[in-house]
């Protein structure tokens, strides 16, 4: 399968712990995207990369939240020193980066701060 | 900034019959619209998409969208609904760095 990957697809962590997640997202694609969506809303931009650049971060993203894309491929998303309110699903998505506006979107990473 | 608004936040029908699921956008006319769907336990899926070439828009699974800019709308409907069509709808501009901006959702339940 050649979709948009995410991994771990739980996680459970004590508040205080630090966390990382990963995308890998489908191979072509330049531009990839993280959201984090929480019960009953829509998911919420968090910061998108064309390759290896990072070319936007949302006002949601705060410092205890880093995310790169080193060589332009995977994406990791770390939060550090991890709350209660992060609990959330974090969603990866990719695109050409064509601007046809078309997202495609991995299963996402759901997680648990005790 | 592009917003939009989803009228109801669930939305019940009786299988076979209409969906209407309602999106206004903000004023200012978005380059692209979006339509996603999400199934439970899956990730969010392309319903279908407005890019100015065509107000009404068909997408996958019956669905289909019209473009109305007197109404800032782009409600999504389907003529007769289906078991299989129970999940979470988005609404969604986009401009030209692809960056989608969500509505709150509205979550389809269809009863037999």
């Known amino acids: 399968d050649t979709g948009v990957s995410q991994n771990p697809r739980h996680k459970i962590t004590k508040r205080g712990q630090n966390v990382t997640f990963r995308c890998d997202p489908i191979?072509?694609?330049?531009?990839l995207y993280w959201y984090r969506q929480t019960l009953g809303q829509g998911p919420e931009f968090l910061t998108y990369?064309?390759?290896?650049?990072?070319?936007?971060k949302s006002r949601l993203l705060s410092d205890r939240f880093s995310a790169e894309r080193p060589k332009g491929s995977f994406s990791t998303l770390e939060i550090q020193r991890t709350e209660q309110g992060d609990s959330a699903m974090y969603l990866c998505?990719?695109?050409?980066?064509?601007?046809?506006?078309?997202?495609?979107f991995g299963e996402g990473s759901r997680l648990t701060v005790l | 900034a592009q917003s939009v608004t989803q009228l109801g936040s669930h939305v019940s029908v009786s299988e076979g019959a209409l969906v209407l699921l309602r999106c206004n956008y903000s004023s200012s006319v978005p380059p692209y619209l979006f339509w996603y769907v999400q199934y439970p336990n899956q990730g969010l899926q392309l319903l279908l998409k407005y890019t100015s070439a065509a107000t009404l828009v068909k997408g996958i699974n019956g669905f289909e969208a019209e473009f109305k800019k007197s109404e800032t709308s782009f409600h999504l409907t389907k003529p007769s609904a289906h078991m299989s069509d129970a999940a979470e709808y988005f609404c969604a501009p986009a401009g030209n760095t692809d960056k989608l901006i969500f509505g709150t959702g509205t979550r389809l339940q269809v009863f037999p």
């Open positions: 998505a990719s695109s050409f980066g064509r601007s046809t506006g078309e997202l495609f």
């Open positions: 990369f064309q390759n290896e650049a990072q070319l936007e």
């Open positions: 191979s072509e694609h330049n531009r």
